[in-house]
């Protein structure tokens, strides 16, 4: 008889029960559990906002026999089900796993800042302008301001804003793919 070694296996969780669903696998079944989770600043009506968002929304990587866990995992809290293609469960490179963990040492959040760069388009957060889009124009690290072009009154018009006060526009984790490439290639050189 052949005994099964550990693998990874990918699983749906309810929306935003990511973090739910990995601390219950983790403390109940006493799994190994991978949530990789991204630090981001939104822009709301309220100002901008700083929130933890998962990388994977609604999935998380489980580290198990599955032949010996796949009912317990089924029926933990905050776990759908586990992806699966037909009848088959697939398991998860351990090299994809390993490489993603060089990212999030430790299943601390990465950290992401919006890298603002002229021609972007932002939103404005808070302020006068609250809401309203506009290209930068200039980035002034020092000051910590950015000039931005604005379409006031009928024509565009440039304005110096807080740095603070401006979010990138288009702000998803497809979007800032380059960004965590680089901050990982930051990492290794250091």
């Not at 296996?9 to 991204?38: D, G, M, S």
């Not at 968002?53 to 580290?63: H, K, Q, T, V």
Request: proline letters at 5%.
């Amino acid at each position: 008889m052949q005994i099964e070694s550990p693998a990874w296996y990918c699983a749906r969780t309810k929306p935003k029960h990511e973090h739910i669903a990995a601390a219950n696998v983790r403390k109940n079944l006493k799994l190994k559990v991978f949530n990789p989770r991204l630090r981001v600043q939104r822009a709301t009506q309220r100002g901008i906002v700083r929130l933890v968002e998962p990388l994977f929304p609604c999935y998380i990587f489980i580290n198990c026999v599955i032949g010996e866990k796949l009912n317990e995992i089924q029926h933990a809290n905050g776990v759908s089900s586990l992806v699966r293609f037909g009848h088959k469960i697939p398991k998860v490179d351990d090299a994809i796993i390993e490489e993603l963990q060089n990212y999030f040492a430790a299943e601390e959040t990465m950290t992401i800042e919006d890298r603002l760069a002229p021609t972007d388009e932002v939103i404005i957060a808070d302020g006068a302008f609250a809401g309203m889009q506009a290209k930068v124009l200039r980035v002034m690290p020092a000051t910590q301001r950015v000039q931005i072009l604005l379409d006031v009154l009928g024509g565009p018009t440039s304005v110096e804003v807080d740095r603070a006060s401006v979010v990138l526009e288009k702000n998803t984790v497809a979007d800032r793919a380059p960004i965590l490439a680089a901050s990982h290639r930051q990492r290794v050189r250091v």
